[in-house]
C-alpha cells in the first residue's frame, strides 16, 4: 500500500469522544458528560502536515489520540489509508501502530527513565519485527545518528540527556517503525527557543528524508505557521476553520481566528504596535456545559440572535477554505454581512 | 521624586555550593530600572533571569549560597538587609508576582482571607477595611463580581483569574517596583493578552516599574521599554527595544531573533538555528560563555567581554569582543535576517 503524494492518508469522519461525568456513592450513574471532541471530521493528504491549532481544553490533545485510538471514540468514523481503525481488535490494531505513531510533549515523562536509549529505541523495532536481534545495534545506532544524537550515547539512560535531546530520542523511536504518519503533540513547547528551531528544522528534514505525513498539535501559533501546510482551528471541541495555511493566517474567516492570531505578540516591536489587536474578555467556558449553538457566541465580538440558537455548518468559503461561522469576515476582519451585524465595541 | 534610579544592581554573583559542584546561576549582572519604566528580561532557562530577581528580595538565601555584588533599591542596599527591614520592603515597596499562580496561592483559604493578610502585614487596618480594599482590588484587575469572588477558594477560579488575584495581591500596598516572573508563560494566547494588557494598565495608573522576566520575544516587545538578554547567568545585551531588535549587537541575540517563527510573515524555508546546548552552569566555559555555540568566536573570546557600549547607540550595551564594523557585516550576510549561521 504506497500511496501517492495528496491523497487522503487520514479521514476523519463525525469523530465524538464525550468524557462521562459520573455520581454516586455505591453505584455511579453519569451525570453529563465533557464534550472533548464533538463531531469533527476532516482529511489529511500523504506528505503533507496539518496543524491543529487551539487553546488549552479545546480538545486538541484528545482528538490527536482519539485518532490514534489511543482513547476509544464514543461515535464516528477514522479511516486510515483507506481502512477504518475505530472498533478494531486490539491485534489488528497492533499491526497497524507501526504505521502511525506519535511525538509527545513531555520529553521528561514519555521516555521510560529505566531503560536506556538503545532499548527505548530498538524494543519497538525488535517487536515489530522490522530487524532482528543482531541487527538491533546498528539500526539503534543509525536512527540516533540521524536524528543528531551521538551514536556512542546508545548505553546511556534518558536522565542523562538534555530535554532537547530527549525530544530527538522521542523522534527516533517514533522513527524506528517507518511510519506514514506522525501525530506530534506539542513537541516543542516545553524547550527554550534556541532549541525548538532545532527540532523543528529536524523534524521537516524527516518528513522529505522518509515521506512522512504530520499532524502537529500546537498551541504556539507561530510555531504551527512555520511548519503546516494546512491548519484547523479548534474551539471547545469543534473545528471552527480549516484550510490551507497561507489562506487562514491572511484571511481568517472565523472570528475566533481573528482574535487569536490577532492575541500573538509578534517579536518586532513596530509590527506588534501596528497590530490591530482583538482582546477577547472572559474565559473559555467549559467543555462539560459549552454554550448552545455556536460555541464562541458568548465571547463573540459579532455574535447576533442567530449565533445562540442555530449552530452554524463548516461551510466552503473558496480555495478550500472552512469555516463555520454565521457572520464570516472580509479580508478587513470585518463581518462580511456589516447591515445585520452590530459594529464591534 | 528623583532622577536616580530606582534599582540598580552591580555585578551580582549569585552562586550555589552543589553536591556536583558550584553552580554559577548569576555570575555578573548588572542592570537599572528607572522609575516608571518597564524592564524586560529575556533568557532561556538556566540563564539566572529568575535567580537574580529572586535575589533581590532575598529570597535565595540558602545555607549553601554565596551572593556578591550589589542591590541598591532608592539608595539602601538590598544584599545585606535582614529581618524587619527586610520584611518592610518585600510585598510593600517591591513584590512580586510568579509563573504558577495556583502553587503561589494556598489552597485552604479563601482567596479574600489572603488579600487581607497581605494588606495587614503591612498597614494598620482593620480586617473590615482590609476586606473593601482586597473587593476593590479585585475589581481593579478586571475580576468581575469581586464581592461575591472575594470569598470563594483559589480552585474555583481559571488560571487567568488566579493571576489576576496574585496581581491583586502584588497591589495592595501600592509597590514602587514589581517583579514578574514569566506571568503569562502558563497561559493561553488570549488570556495572555489579557493579562500583559492589564499589567500595562495598571503600570500606568500606580506609577511603578516593572521587571518582566519571560522567555518570549513576543510579549518584551509588547510591554518593554528597555530589554536585557541574559545567557548562562549573564547580561549579554542591554538596550531599548529599537536597539535591540532592530540594531542586535551580540550573537546570541542575533540567533534568538533568527529563530523565531512569526505569525505575520511568510513561511521560511528554514529556520535559522543555534547549534549546540546551553553550557552546564557547573563547567561554564572561561571568558566568554556564549563562545562554544558561536560560528563567530575567535582567540579573544577566551576572556571576557565587559557588558559596555560598543558598536550600539549610548545607552545599548553588549557583551561581544567582535569589531563593530565587522559585526555588521556578520549580520548581513547571515542566513536570515540575524540568522547566525556562519556565512
Redesign the interface.
Known amino acids: 500500500m504506497t500511496g501517492r503524494a495528496g491523497e487522503p492518508i487520514l479521514e476523519v469522519d463525525h469523530l465524538v469522544k464525550h468524557f462521562p461525568i459520573k455520581a454516586g456513592i455505591l453505584f455511579d450513574h453519569q451525570i453529563g458528560a465533557v464534550q472533548a471532541v464533538d463531531d469533527v471530521s476532516f482529511t489529511v493528504n500523504r506528505g503533507e502536515t496539518l496543524g491543529l491549532v487551539g487553546?488549552?481544553g479545546c480538545g486538541k490533545s484528545t482528538l490527536a489520540r482519539t485518532i490514534l485510538q489511543l482513547i476509544e471514540p464514543t461515535s464516528g468514523s477514522v479511516r486510515f489509508e483507506g481502512n477504518e481503525i475505530t472498533g478494531l481488535k486490539s491485534g489488528k490494531l497492533r499491526s497497524l501502530r507501526p504505521r502511525m505513531q506519535m511525538i509527545f510533549q513531555d520529553p521528561y515523562a514519555s521516555l521510560n527513565p529505566r531503560k536506556r536509549v538503545a532499548q527505548i529505541v530498538g524494543d519497538p523495532m525488535r517487536l515489530h519485527g522490522i530487524v532482528s536481534r543482531d541487527g538491533t545495534h546498528d539500526a539503534v545506532r543509525e536512527l540516533l545518528e540521524r536524528v543528531g544524537l551521538n551514536p556512542e550515547h546508545y548505553n546511556r539512560f534518558p536522565h542523562e540527556f538534555?530535554g532537547?535531546?530527549r525530544q530527538r530520542i522521542g523522534i527516533a523511536r517514533a522513527l524506528s517503525l517507518n511510519p506514514k504518519l506522525i501525530i506530534a503533540d506539542e513537541p516543542v513547547s516545553a524547550l527554550?527557543?534556541?532549541?525548538?528551531?532545532?527540532i523543528?528544522?529536524l523534524l521537516?528534514d524527516l518528513q522529505g528524508e522518509f515521506g512522512l505525513t504530520y499532524v502537529f498539535v500546537a498551541?504556539?501559533?507561530?510555531?504551527v505557521?512555520?511548519v503546516a501546510d494546512r491548519i484547523a482551528v479548534m474551539y471547545l471541541g469543534k473545528i471552527v476553520e480549516i484550510g490551507p495555511?497561507?489562506e487562514v493566517?491572511a484571511n481568517p474567516i472565523h472570528p475566533y481566528t481573528l482574535?487569536?492570531?490577532s492575541?500573538?505578540?509578534?517579536?518586532?516591536?513596530r509590527?506588534?504596535a501596528a497590530?490591530k489587536?482583538i482582546?477577547?474578555e472572559g474565559?473559555?467556558p467549559s467543555p462539560a456545559n459549552p454554550p448552545p449553538a455556536c460555541r464562541f457566541h458568548t465571547r463573540c465580538p459579532f455574535a447576533t440572535e442567530i449565533c445562540s440558537t442555530e449552530e452554524p455548518p463548516l461551510i466552503d468559503h473558496g480555495k478550500d477554505h472552512f469555516a463555520a461561522c454565521h457572520h464570516p469576515l472580509d479580508r478587513e476582519g470585518r463581518p462580511r454581512d456589516k447591515g445585520r451585524a452590530p459594529a464591534p465595541a | 521624586m528623583s532622577d536616580a534610579p530606582l534599582l540598580q544592581m552591580e555585578d551580582l554573583r549569585v552562586h550555589f555550593d552543589t553536591d556536583e559542584g558550584i553552580v554559577k546561576a548569576v555570575d555578573g549582572v548588572s542592570l537599572v530600572v528607572n522609575r516608571g519604566e518597564m524592564l524586560g528580561i529575556v533568557g532561556?532557562?538556566g540563564s539566572g533571569k529568575s535567580v537574580a530577581n529572586m535575589t533581590i528580595l532575598g529570597l535565595t538565601r540558602a545555607s549553601n549560597a554565596s551572593i556578591s555584588g550589589r542591590i541598591s533599591f532608592e539608595g539602601k542596599e538590598l544584599t545585606t538587609m535582614e529581618g524587619e527591614e527586610l520584611r518592610a520592603i518585600r510585598g510593600n515597596e517591591i513584590s512580586m508576582i510568579f509563573q504558577d499562580p495556583l502553587s503561589s496561592l494556598h489552597p485552604f483559604y479563601k482567596v479574600g482571607r489572603q488579600l487581607v493578610e497581605a494588606v495587614r502585614v503591612h498597614q494598620d487596618v482593620s480586617k473590615e477595611a482590609a476586606l473593601a480594599r482586597s473587593i476593590e482590588l479585585l475589581g481593579l484587575v478586571g475580576i468581575p463580581d469581586p464581592e461575591r469572588r472575594v470569598g470563594e477558594y483559589p480552585h474555583e477560579f481559571?488560571g487567568?483569574?488566579r493571576q489576576r488575584v496574585m496581581i491583586a495581591m502584588a497591589l495592595t500596598n501600592d509597590p514602587k517596583l514589581l517583579i514578574a516572573d514569566e506571568p503569562t508563560t502558563a497561559l493561553?494566547?488570549?488570556?495572555?493578552?489579557?493579562i500583559?494588557?492589564l499589567i500595562e494598565r495598571l503600570r500606568q495608573e500606580f506609577g511603578m516599574a516593572v521587571i518582566m522576566i519571560t522567555?518570549?520575544?513576543?510579549?518584551?516587545?509588547?510591554v518593554a521599554d528597555r530589554v536585557m538578554v541574559m545567557y548562562a547567568g549573564r547580561g549579554v545585551e542591554s538596550g531599548t527595544?529599537?536597539q535591540v531588535?532592530y540594531d542586535p549587537q551580540h550573537p546570541y541575540t542575533w540567533?534568538?531573533?533568527g529563530?523565531?517563527?512569526?505569525?505575520?510573515r511568510?513561511?521560511?524555508a528554514?529556520?535559522?538555528?543555534?547549534?549546540g546546548?546551553?553550557p552546564s552552569l557547573i563547567s561554564l566555559p572561561e571568558g566568554c560563555h556564549f563562545r562554544n555555540r558561536c560560528p563567530h568566536s575567535f582567540a579573544k573570546c577566551t576572556s571576557t567581554p565587559p557588558l559596555e557600549q560598543r558598536g550600539g547607540e549610548p545607552g545599548h550595551t553588549d557583551r561581544c569582543w567582535l569589531d563593530p564594523e565587522r559585526k555588521q557585516a556578520l549580520r548581513v550576510v547571515s542566513t536570515g535576517e540575524f540568522g547566525l549561521e556562519a556565512a
Open positions: 487553546e488549552s538534555s532537547g535531546q527554550d527557543v534556541s532549541i525548538q528551531a532545532q523543528i528544522n521537516e498551541h504556539d501559533l507561530g510555531v505557521r512555520h495555511a497561507d493566517y482574535s487569536l492570531l492575541a500573538v505578540p509578534i517579536p518586532d516591536p509590527a506588534n497590530r489587536q482582546v477577547l474565559d473559555v | 532561556e532557562s481559571s487567568g483569574m493561553d494566547v488570549t488570556t495572555q493578552a489579557q500583559l494588557k522567555h518570549d520575544l513576543g510579549v518584551v516587545a509588547e527595544l529599537e531588535f540567533g534568538l531573533l529563530s523565531l517563527t512569526r505569525i505575520d511568510p513561511r521560511t528554514r529556520l535559522a538555528q543555534i547549534a546546548q546551553p
